[in-house]
């Protein structure tokens, strides 16, 4: 366990500094990010909340998709190779999660700083709207990262991206939306607790459920 934790934090290290390296991807998409939210303000002059909060959620699931889709369909088959030589498969399937979860995080709080700025922040219960957020990312996180990792498996077919991704992600979504109009509502918080617990429960699940498949996809 101690050494699978150690390979983790190495790979998420190296993760980082290539993602440093080749921070020309990231710059795109955060420009990218603010760019729909100039047109979202541009093309409509009053957002009701219903519509503001169906906007916010779909740049959420499109921002991070773009973000962490391509994970492993991006790695040459040198590089895993190399990998295969120095980690144990949870030990990669866990850094590539934990490492697109943090992406995923920071795209998330630049994408509502600017989203609040622009089209405002009119949610009764913030705090909980940006547990479900975070919750929401983190499950997204597991659920491309394991889908990116099935389709480089099967001769980097991009079309298995969202194919498989739906069916992963709709229990996630359903969660989300119900918890998400709690706080949208301004309920009171002991309601959404549950919701928040299902939540991180769902995460964790994709999680394990991420690591036990990737053990059959390493052996190929």
Known sequence: MLK???????????YLLLEWRQKYA???????????????FLSINTLSIPVWNALFWLMVLFNTMNAISKGFLQESEGK???????????????SKILFNALISLLLLL????????????RIENQWQYLLVSV?????LSAVFTLVSAIASGVGNNHL??????????????????????KALDGLETNSIYFDLAALAFMDLMLIYLAVILYKFLWKN
């Open 80 to 94: 895993m190779l190399y990998y295969h030589s120095i980690c144990k498969p949870e030990a990669l399937i866990l």
């Open 160 to 181: 298995l991206i969202p194919v498989l991704g739906l069916p992963l992600m709709l229990p996630l979504l359903l969660i989300t939306v119900k918890s998400a109009k």
């Open 26 to 40: 990231l710059q795109g998409i955060v420009i990218q990010m603010f760019t729909s939210v100039f047109l979202i």
């Open 135 to 139: 919750f929401f990312t983190i499950g």
């Open 4 to 14: 699978t934790s150690q390979s983790v934090c190495k790979l998420v290290k190296l």
């Open 110 to 121: 630049i994408f509502i700083l600017a989203y609040s700025i622009v089209l405002g922040f």
